[in-house]
């Protein structure tokens, strides 16, 4: 049930741009993007629902295609500030609010 | 505003004893909770889930178990832990019944099993 995320690792120089995929096997209500900084709690992105939705975060956007049941969170102009890692949530159908999140993506920006 | 409160922040305990983390929510009503661990560099595997007192789901079927006493309060235990319970635990609130809702995590607990 665990969505699978894409790249595993990414390094950047500062201004470069980023796109993380997320792919679910499950039919979802949403996902969900969180961004862990080493040590600390995973702090909430932005949620996706239905319908090829996208929203945007600074310079952070994410869509959501919903009959492939994946997502992509896109980041355009990098900052040393995104350095951290990636998580998709997914939440599936008919489980009741439970949120299963992929393996993460390490992102790495470099001055 | 709402607030969530998990502690302690570290914990450091040896194989075989018991465990007890504890999480609060202030602010809301009948919010879903969850407890979620992360081992050293991995991601955050979910551990348990309630959408309310007495209604618990299990994801994962080892020594750990969860109990919800109050309608926010959220405990994690352990009656004998094991070297492989070593982690960061992190527990989590959202609205109950809203699949738009963010989840809001605490700070989490350290626990290292020696």
């Known amino acids: 049930q665990q969505p699978v995320q894409s790249p595993q690792a990414v390094i950047l120089r500062e201004g470069e741009d980023a796109v993380i995929n997320c792919s679910s096997s499950?039919?979802?209500?949403?996902v969900h993007w969180y961004r862990q900084k080493h040590g600390e709690a995973p702090v909430f992105l932005m949620i996706?629902?239905?319908?090829?939705e996208q929203k945007g975060h600074e310079k952070i956007s994410a869509s959501f295609n919903e009959k492939k049941q994946q997502s992509s969170l896109y980041l355009t102009a990098s900052q040393l500030s995104y350095s951290g890692t990636y998580f998709c949530?997914?939440?599936?159908?008919?489980?009741?609010?439970?949120?299963?999140f992929g393996q993460g993506t390490e992102l790495s920006v470099k001055p | 505003s709402q607030t969530i409160h998990q502690w302690p922040a570290t914990l450091v305990q040896p194989v075989g004893s018991p465990l007890s983390l504890e999480c609060t929510v202030e602010g809301t009503s009948n919010p879903n909770l969850y407890w979620y661990r992360q081992a050293a560099g991995r991601g955050l595997q979910l551990l348990f889930y309630s959408v309310g007192i007495g209604q618990i789901s299990s994801e994962v079927p080892q020594n750990l178990s969860a109990s919800r006493p109050q309608d926010r309060q959220f405990i994690l235990s352990s009656k004998k832990l094991l070297l492989s319970d070593s982690g960061f635990y992190l527990c989590?609130?959202?609205?109950?019944?809203?699949?738009?809702?963010?989840?809001?995590f605490g700070n989490g607990t350290r626990l290292t099993v020696t």
């Open positions: 996706l629902l239905k319908g090829g």
């Open positions: 989590a609130w959202s609205n109950l019944g809203s699949y738009n809702s963010p989840l809001h």
């Open positions: 499950k039919a979802l209500y949403s």
């Open positions: 949530g997914a939440m599936i159908y008919n489980q009741g609010g439970k949120l299963i």
